[in-house]
């Protein structure tokens, strides 16, 4: 299987046929260093590439909880999540930068994704948020240059609405017609969710369902559709550094 399930630095690990380790942390790395041919470092932290990994050619995010930590809003009395578009057009820059966990992760969420975009990797967010949400959010925090908007897919997304067969299977419907029109390998894609949900409908293929509900799971020829990542949602913070640091750690070094 490519499913990894990702928790704290130590929890860490990679379920197929190459397996990385986490090196020793060092401190005092400049963000935007993930240069090395044999270490990748973000923020302050450094961890080795121990094996060799398949190229990468896409990684796709969800957003909230994965990119995004959102943050209870007090004056309004409701969750700051990008279904909610009056709320996240509503919300202030201070309240922005603390729904994406605040300046020192926006770093480390850019370090992450300039890391990706040296190595041309396609970029793209696939959520059940509002489109328009996610790309006032991603602006205000200067990383929406890092997606193409036509790659960001929210459930108001023609895209993701012509693969709506049931909030289940949509990710993984519109994931695998990507791969497709990509020509992309399922070891070339990397799809990186805080749900358990979407994650094993990439992961085993196929789920009939009926009224939105899973009713059993039917195996694919295809499956799994590409790698995951399940982002740990003990908080609902989003991803941490550690798992930044592995998806950069999953990436073949640049050419000198």
């Excluded at 770093?107 to 949400?133: F, N, P, W, Y």
């Excluded at 949602?233 to 550690?242: L, N, P, V, Y």
Aim: charged content about 20%; proline content about 2%; glycine content about 6%.
């Amino acid at each position: 299987s490519f499913c990894l399930q990702a928790g704290s630095i130590l929890n860490l690990y990679l379920v197929s046929s190459c397996i990385a380790r986490v090196g020793e942390m060092n401190v005092g790395i400049q963000p935007h260093a993930c240069t090395t041919s044999n270490t990748m470092s973000l923020g302050q932290t450094v961890i080795k590439r121990e094996t060799t990994v398949a190229q990468l050619k896409s990684v796709i995010f969800d957003f909230d909880s994965t990119l995004s930590d959102p943050q209870y809003l007090d004056r309004l009395g409701k969750w700051a999540i990008a279904d909610k578009l009056d709320i996240c057009l509503a919300m202030t820059q201070s309240e922005i930068i603390a729904n994406f966990g605040g300046a020192q992760r926006i770093a480390q969420l850019d370090t992450m994704l300039k890391s990706l975009e040296d190595r041309q990797v396609h970029l793209m967010i696939l959520s059940l948020g509002r489109t328009e949400c996610m790309i006032a959010q991603l602006k205000a925090v200067r990383l929406l240059h890092y997606f193409r908007t036509e790659d960001i897919f929210g459930r108001d997304s023609n895209e993701l609405r012509k693969h709506n067969s049931g909030r289940v299977l949509c990710k993984a419907a519109l994931i695998q017609a990507l791969r497709h029109n990509y020509n992309w390998l399922s070891h070339e894609v990397l799809f990186v969710d805080d749900s358990l949900t979407h994650i094993d409908a990439v992961r085993l293929g196929v789920m009939r369902t009926k009224n939105g509900k899973v009713i059993d799971v039917v195996p694919s020829d295809e499956a799994p559709i590409c790698r995951t990542l399940l982002v740990a949602d003990d908080d609902k913070t989003g991803m941490t550094q550690e798992e930044m640091l592995y998806v950069c750690a999953m990436l073949e070094p640049l050419s000198s």
